[in-house]
């Protein structure tokens, strides 16, 4: 047994009711969904289904609840009222359907591989010993599963680097490659862009994009800037002062459903196939 | 050197405490938790100076001490770096302060004192190589079981987190193999070296090699060389067990630094 089965099954008993059948449930549906921390309320009463294979950019001002928005989704953080339900099951921990790469803190790099990263991941939740200790048939199982979302990323070339040595975009597809691990069908990707200058922002969302078309998966994309998106989203899920819009960009950015969520006079202002969102103070 | 029973023991006894300090270590290198190891040992020592007073074996204050504060910190949860660095401070001079005030009280003192603060490896009677068998044995069976969530949970936490890893209950645990792990150490190399056996090998091995597997196998090969080592270099010498220890340890790492040694020591196939 491992500790996300027993995560997962404890959820839906306490659900009382079987999972309903998969293909039909969007990948993520809030009905009316309320998200609470710490006495300050991140969501409340929000409604909304993101559709499969979506890519959705999910835009709000900083500390308006993006991250939250992702651990309520990953069952971390509780679902004060309403529900949240992915592809059709209430959340809970553990859940093998999700991909997650969390936001990447300055924190020290540990000096191993790539390739041992990636395997950490690989069913980390099991108790025992680490995949490198394993042989056989589970060693050749594992090294092909790490094999194929190192290729996914175009990574393979990194894969018996330090990370240590990479640089700021080769670490973040080393992040991409591990929520990859498992098979997912829903991506939560939080921040990817951060700290990456254009360049490597254009490479990832391509690269994002690609994945996504090739394994047909539903992406959440955080981000601070939504023209990296652009061309790429199908919609955008702006998140702020409680409330949550999620629809096409030309319907949601707009002077009044942003000035709305930011809860200040706010103008959009569209140029040379950008988008530019001014606080009017 | 092994016609005499007090080496053989003191062999079996590194021996041991080698093979956990550098599995252990190997672990609390990755998490950057060194100096949780090196606090538990300090307070390993009030624990054990005070059994002392109280007439009981210092092994049972030393792991009494050091696994009720491996559990206080794990459930005391991951404050930021600057906290965590002040606490771990003061629990440190505190519990010293407290071990060198239990030593006030006893009077066979200086001798008691340099044995739990540089060791005594020499001493362990066959009684305590059982206690020591018994709880190394133990952690080992606890790392078997932990060591895959440990290490996803240490590389990436968040991620570890969503996949249903119980991150608190794994830290918990696992300062609580380490206390062990310090307090076993402590009979080998003594308070004040526990760096040696338990950071020594495991940062030198993570040097050596960027994979777990053969990085954990590697820590506990260079921490039983170190240690016994040490020993046949004290036999020889006539210093002291625990400074031939530290030296190795210490000489290791810095060959592990100097540039084109990785490639020549671990090639990967």
Redesign the interface.
Known sequence: M???D???DACCDAAGRMPPPGPAAPPVRLDRATIRIGGRTILSDASLTVSEGAFVGVLGPNGAGKTSLM?AI?G?VPVAAGEISVFGRPVG??N?D?G????FHGR?V????G???IA??L???????????RWGGHRRHDAAEVDRVLALVRATHLA?R?IHQLSGGERQRL?LA??LVGRPRLLLLDEPLASLDPHGQRAVVALVNDIRRQLGIAVLFSTHDLNPLLGVMDEVLYVGRGAARLGPVDEVATGPVLSALYGTPVEVIRAGGRIFVVADT | MFAFEFMRHAFAATGIVAVLSGLVGYFMVLRGESFAGHALSHVGFAGATGALLLGVPPLWGLLALTVAAGLAMGLGGRGTTQGRDVAIGLVLSCTLGFGLLFLHFLTTSATRATALLFGNVLGVDGAMLGWLALFGTACLAAMAVLSRPLLFASLQPEAAEARGVPLRAISTAFLAIVAIATAECVQVTGVLLVFALMVGPAATAQRLTASPGRGIVLSVVLAVAEGWGGLALSWWTDCPTSFWISALSTLAYLLACLPGVRGRVCLRP
Do not use: K, N
């Not at chain 1, 997650?100 to 936001?103: G, I, L």
């Not at chain 1, 069913?123 to 200790?133: K, Q, T, V």
């Open positions: 491992t500790v996300g027993d995560m997962t651990r990953l971390i921990r553990g093998r999700i997650y790469m969390p936001q020290v540990p000096r191993l591989d390739r041992s990263f950490a991941a069913h980390g939740e099991r108790w025992g010993l680490p995949c490198d200790w018996e330090p992040l591990q929520a």
